[in-house]
């Protein structure tokens, strides 16, 4: 059975950071592209950032300089660093996975998890 788990979540003020962690299990997502997405409260869920298996990365332009994912195969886990934090980055952060390269489709993830909250506020 595959399974996402997202951890890391948590309250911040703004310009604090936070690491996110997503640990996958049930099968080996190595050559798989992984991708985080958020779903703030009455929006649809949106897209985040993204990393192939050979590690290409792309980043939604919000984020672009303040977060970096980053994977390690070895582990099937990917990570999101959350710098610089603003209020409207407060949201549910879901990781997600899907063979062939990085999108930012959210209809072509099949595998997700249950999410990881993340509230930044003073």
Not at 12 to 36: D, H, I, K, N
Not at 60 to 69: C, E, L, P
Not at 86 to 95: F, H, L, M, S
């Amino acid at each position: 059975q595959v399974q996402l788990v997202e951890s890391g979540g948590g309250l911040v003020q703004p310009g604090e950071s936070l690491t996110l962690t997503c640990a996958t299990s049930g099968r080996t997502f190595s050559s798989y592209a992984m991708g985080w997405f958020r779903q703030a409260p009455g929006k649809e869920r949106e897209f985040v950032a993204a990393i192939s298996w050979y590690h290409s990365t792309n980043y939604a332009d919000y984020v672009k300089g303040r977060f970096t994912i980053s994977r390690d195969n070895a582990k099937n886990t990917v990570y999101l660093q959350m710098n610089s934090l603003k209020p409207e980055d407060t949201a549910v952060y879901y990781c997600a996975v899907r063979p062939g390269s990085a999108s930012d489709s959210v209809g072509s993830y099949g595998y997700w998890g249950q999410g990881t909250q993340v509230a930044v506020s003073s």
